[in-house]
């Protein structure tokens, strides 16, 4: 046994796209090893990526494949021989088992008889099956873009190839990929190492050997060498006793950590003068265009100061010539930005609503002026129904905002900054002397942007965030642009996703149904039906994917309900409090057999009556059911009705005893056809009396 290493050093990598290939490079080796049999299930690995280069080590690894024995079966004996001679089928399949005629021997199987041999297949060195399998597995790894770098050549990568490493022990590997032949030599930081090779002499000593060449390999080790110089640097630089501190960031680390090899840190300052932009401008400018991280004192408001952090380090005068090169950027960025403030406030918000008839949102759908009378419609609507249910909503407000809202779009910080759209025209709101509802409701109609960010703080700015991302799923549905497969060039499912989130976490419950907002955000009953089942599907996300709710238990949920968002969420989370009860699992799986009883009674046109006749109970047990579901029936519909869903579960779970017995004792499917019937009719009673909650046909029951 012996370990493997391999390493593709390329072209800088963009850091968005290392996460992913680092991953998929390890999957791809330890089951190619796997399907090679040259390392048993479960074997130990682990990865390494910089931008330059992606690695992963196995440990384990035999050096040949074992030799196997493998049953083959051939033709049948009828076609294999004729008159007593050996067909050409039988000799070709002597020859694919690599034995003579005479070694085939006959089997008998539920097709009869046929020729079969035991065929043995010598295992191949691992140096020849890696050698053959590595390339395929490289040119499979998934790149969002790829590139040709070689003219005439056929392979595609993210970035051309400038080495690569793969070593068996202390064993290349003669891998061929993007022109190179793998070997044992890697390269060190490109400025602080120069071109020198790097020579490896085993697996182990991969990542040491690299710290040698200014290079730290293990992604976990230089994201946490950067918080540490972050907080090292940051508290070095409070020299006035200020309590600065860094403002936490994991998106930056995540990013800086993939754009570096060498990590280091420096602090930057800028003129006070520039805090009197506002703090989001500021920190765009920092963050998404310089990549720098914000500095804030002890009470949270942010400080004159930047943090940079460099691949790279250097001595005191390299470093002062760095951050001072850093300063004057960074002061030119926030130039430009109070220049385009002080510009756009020459214009109001509401003169520039008139403006958005030049500015199209969609060829089809017209122009961001026309959306913005769809989206006052649609919140209007919205903020209707909250009302009637006693939410507490200025509509007035969610007019002016609904109007406002997209009139950021013509100004020219926005242009600038495109990240700052919606929260620059809550800004200038804001400045502009509008009400406090109305800046906030256009500060924040574009959140949540991910499963991960915040929902809107107002029910102001969450009934315009709802009617702006339903607006435009019901344009591009109403033109066939739905998503399909991957593909979702619009980003609809995440603007479906804000909504459901909205519906799910605002503070304030806001007592929407998916329904209501599917036929509000269009006229077309065919497109609402569609819309309708698309936020179902992706309520079903949020269930599993933010909830981690079971597959079982939300397709269960859903199908006795999709559009009551938060009532899902309650549903789902009281089955799984109570699927471990062995009492609601024995009845879980009753609930699954009437089920397929009347499925198929259906099937055979045999209808179940109207209603139950409690005359025609002529059982014990039938009678017990239905006496004892009608009784728990009037207790789970109370407790429904106060949302107290796993108490009506509980409940639901005392039915076992009677649905058992009368599973043992009856035959539901009598030959006399009014009993039979009847006892149909007490099934389907039984089923709809207590799948308001859940189907429970649905729940996957052990055994």
Do not use: C
Request: no cysteine; glycine share 8%; aromatic share 8%.
């Amino acid at each position: 046994m012996a370990d493997f290493l391999f390493e593709i050093g390329l072209e800088e990598v963009p850091a968005r796209m290392i996460a992913g290939a680092q991953m998929e490079l390890e999957q791809r080796v330890v089951k190619m090893l796997e399907r090679e049999r040259l390392v048993r299930s479960g074997a130990v690995a682990k990865s390494f990526a910089t931008p330059r280069r992606l690695a992963v080590r196995v440990s384990g690894v035999a050096e040949r494949q074992e030799d196997v024995a493998e049953e083959l079966v051939g033709p049948s004996v009828k076609v294999a021989y004729k008159d007593g001679v050996a067909t050409p089928a039988a000799v070709a399949f002597a020859k694919k088992a690599g034995v003579d005629v005479a070694g085939l021997k006959t089997i008998t199987n539920a097709k009869g008889e046929y020729l079969a041999a035991t065929s043995a297949k010598a295992g191949r060195g691992a140096v020849e099956v890696i050698a053959g399998e590595m390339p395929k597995e490289l040119a499979g790894i998934y790149w969002a873009k790829n590139m040709y770098w070689r003219a005439g050549r056929p392979e595609r990568f993210v970035r051309p190839v400038r080495w690569m490493v793969a070593m068996l022990g202390s064993e290349p590997v003669p891998v061929e990929f993007g022109g190179y032949v793998a070997g044992k030599v890697t390269y060190g930081h490109r400025v602080l190492f120069g071109e020198q090779e790097i020579l490896l002499k085993a697996p182990g000593d991969y990542e040491d050997t690299l710290l040698g060449g200014f290079v730290i390999a293990e992604v976990e080790v230089r994201r946490q060498k950067i918080r540490k110089a972050l907080d090292k640097v940051t508290r070095a630089g409070d020299s006035d006793g200020a309590g600065l501190r860094w403002r936490e960031d994991h998106e930056l680390v995540d990013k800086l950590t993939q754009l570096t090899e060498w990590p280091s840190v420096l602090l930057g300052g800028f003129e006070k003068e520039y805090l009197a932009l506002p703090e989001e401008v500021l920190v765009t400018v920092m963050r998404d265009h310089q990549n720098y991280f914000a500095v804030e004192d002890k009470d949270g408001k942010l400080a004159p100061h930047f943090l940079a952090v460099l691949n790279t380090e250097a001595d005191e005068a390299g470093v002062a010539v760095i951050r001072h090169g850093n300063e004057r950027v960074l002061r030119a960025r926030f130039n430009d930005a109070r220049f385009f403030w002080e510009f756009d406030q020459r214009v109001s918000l509401m003169d520039r609503v008139s403006l958005l008839e030049n500015v199209t949102f969609q060829k089809d759908l017209g122009s961001y002026f026309a959306k913005s009378e769809r989206v006052r419609k649609v919140a209007s609507g919205l903020a209707g129904l909250v009302a009637a249910r006693g939410v507490a909503v200025d509509a007035v407000s969610l007019d002016t905002a609904a109007l406002l809202a997209k009139a950021d779009l013509t100004a020219e910080l926005v242009k600038e900054f495109t990240e700052l759209q919606g929260v620059v025209g809550g800004l200038y709101a804001r400045a502009q002397g509008f009400p406090a509802a109305v800046g906030d409701a256009i500060y924040d109609q574009y959140k949540p942007e991910s499963m991960e960010d915040v929902v809107p703080r107002t029910v102001e700015g969450a009934l315009l965030a709802v009617a702006d991302k339903a607006d435009t799923i019901a344009g591009m549905f109403g033109l066939g642009l739905e998503p399909t497969g991957s593909k979702d060039p619009f980003a609809l499912r995440r603007a479906a996703n804000g909504i459901v989130k909205i519906l799910a976490e605002t503070t304030v419950e806001l007592a929407l149904s998916l329904d209501e907002i599917s036929a509000l955000g269009t006229d077309d009953v065919a497109v609402a039906a569609k819309t309708r089942g698309f936020y179902a599907e992706r309520l079903e996300f949020y269930l599993r994917e933010v909830h981690g709710q079971a597959y079982d238990i939300v397709k269960a949920v859903l199908a006795a309900g999709a559009s009551d968002v938060r009532d899902a969420v309650a549903r789902a989370k009281a089955v799984t409090s109570v699927r471990g009860s062995e009492d609601f699992a024995a009845v879980t799986a009753a609930f699954k057999r009437m089920k397929n009883i009347l499925s198929q009674a259906r099937e055979k046109d045999i209808a179940a009556a109207p209603g139950v006749n409690e005359g025609l109970l002529t059982e014990p047990t039938e009678k017990a059911l239905a006496e004892k579901s009608a009784e728990l029936a009037e207790k789970v519909s109370a407790l429904r009705g106060n949302e107290s869903y796993t108490a009506a579960l509980e409940q639901i779970a005392m039915l076992r005893p009677q649905v058992d017995a009368f599973f043992e004792a009856v035959m539901v499917m009598s030959p006399d056809e009014a009993v039979r019937a009847n006892r149909l009719a007490l099934l389907e009673k039984v089923l709809g009396d207590f799948s308001g909650i859940a189907d429970f046909s649905e729940i996957v029951v052990s055994g």
